[in-house]
């Protein structure tokens, strides 16, 4: 029970692109770092009324 191969990464890339698509995954990511930029942008607005 050693770590993972790279065949073994090889395989959960694949699944993840047949799962997703590769038009999903680039709009998915833009998603995640939008939810980021507004997190950050609210840690800030809390800093400045504080």
Do not use: T, Y
């Amino acid at each position: 029970m050693g770590s993972f191969s790279i065949w073994h990464w090889l395989i959960v890339l694949a699944v993840v692109l047949l799962l997703f698509g590769r038009g999903k995954i680039p709009e998915l990511m833009g998603d995640v770092a939008k939810g980021i930029r507004d997190f950050r942008k609210g840690l800030k607005d809390d800093d400045a009324a504080a």
